[in-house]
C-alpha cells in the first residue's frame, strides 16, 4: 500500500484559487448591492433636499403662514380620521399575503404587525425598518423565511398592482402637466398609457400563467385572479384615501379638482418609491409642491407640511410608542413565565 502524500504547494494552489474566485466575486457583488443602493437613494435625497429649497426660497413667511390658518381645523381632523382609517386597512396587505402562502394569523397579531411595519417602514425604508420588523414577528410566529420572503413580495406586488391600475386610469383621463424641471420624453397621459399596459399584463399572467417560476430557492405562481383583483381594489382605495386627506388639508380658498391632486399625488408617491428614499423624504414633498404650486399657489408648503405630519410624522411616533409597549409587556410575561417554571 502506497503512503499517502501531501500534494506540492503549486498544486495545492491550482485546486484552491479556482474555487475561492468566484467565493469573492459573490462577496463582492452583494457588497457593491449594498452600497450602491444606499448612495443612489442618498443622492437623490441631497439633489431632492436641494431642488425643495430653491422652491421654498420664493415662498414668504405670510404666504406659509396663511396656508397653515387657510385650512379649516374641522378638515384637519376629517382629514386625521382618513389617515387613520386607511392604516386601518393597510392590515388587509398583510392578510392578502398571509392567505397567498396559505397561512393564517389571529386579527390582532396581523393588525399589529401591519401597522409597525407601515408605521415605521414609511418614514424608515422599508428594507431598514418594515422588513426586519416582519422577520422576527413573523418568525416568531411560526412561519418560514421563505414564507416571509414571499409574503414581502406580494406586499409589494399588492400595492404595485393598485397603482397601476388606478394611475393609468387618473392619468389617461386626466393628464398632469408636468413644470419643466420635472419634464419626462413623454407626456402624463404616455405615462398612463404605460400603467395600464402594466395592469392589463399583470391581469393576463394571473389569468392565463399557471406554471411556477423560479426564483432563486423559491417557486412561486401568480395570484389567482380573485386575489388579483382584491389586491389591486385594496391598494385602488388605499391610495384613494391618502389623496384625499390630502386635499382635505389644501388651502379653502384654492379651487383646484380633486382629479388634479388626485394624479400629482401618484406621481409623487410612485417617484418617491421608486428612489428608495425612507419616506419619500424631499422627493415627495417637491413633487406635489411644484405640481400643486401653480393653481393652489405657494401656500400649497403648508399643506405638504400638514400632510406628512398627519401620515408620516404622528403614526411613526405611535408605532414606537406601540412597539416599545410590545416589548417591555412581552418581556414581563416571558419573566413570568420563567418565574413559573423555576
Known sequence: MWPLRALPLHRQYRVAVPSLIPLAVSLLTRRLRAIVGPAFAAVLFVLAIRLLY??????????????LTGVRPLYICFAAFLIALNYGLLTAYDLLALRYVCRSLPLRRVA??????????????????????????????????????VMMAILGLTFWSGLW???????????????????????????????????????????????????????????????????????????????????????????????MVLGAYLVGISVSLLTQVPGGLGVLDLILLTLLKGTVGDSVLASVLIFRLLYYILPLLVGMVVLAAHEIYGGAVEARQARRAR
Not at 131 to 137: A, E, I, K, M, N
Not at 231 to 254: C, H, R
Open 165 to 259: 391600475f388606478l394611475g393609468g386610469t387618473v392619468l389617461v383621463c386626466v393628464p398632469v402637466e408636468l413644470p419643466e424641471e420635472l419634464s419626462l420624453p413623454f407626456g402624463t397621459r404616455t405615462l398612463g398609457v404605460i400603467l395600464l399596459a402594466l395592469a392589463i399584463g399583470y391581469l393576463l399572467v394571473c389569468c392565463l400563467w399557471r406554471k411556477p417560476w423560479p426564483i432563486g430557492k423559491l417557486n412561486l405562481r401568480p395570484p389567482e385572479p380573485g386575489l388579483m383583483a382584491v389586491q389591486a381594489s385594496v391598494a385602488a382605495i388605499d391610495l384613494l384615501i391618502s389623496a384625499t386627506a390630502l386635499y382635505l388639508v389644501l388651502p379653502t380658498a384654492a379651487s383646484v379638482p380633486f382629479a
Open 112 to 149: 399589529l404587525v401591519s401597522f409597525l411595519g407601515f408605521s415605521l417602514g414609511n418614514n424608515l425604508g422599508t428594507l431598514l425598518a418594515a422588513t426586519p420588523l416582519r422577520f422576527r414577528f413573523y418568525s416568531r410566529w411560526g412561519l418560514s423565511p421563505s414564507q416571509i420572503v
Open 54 to 67: 430653491r422652491e421654498v426660497q420664493g415662498i414668504t413667511w405670510e404666504e406659509f403662514m396663511s396656508g
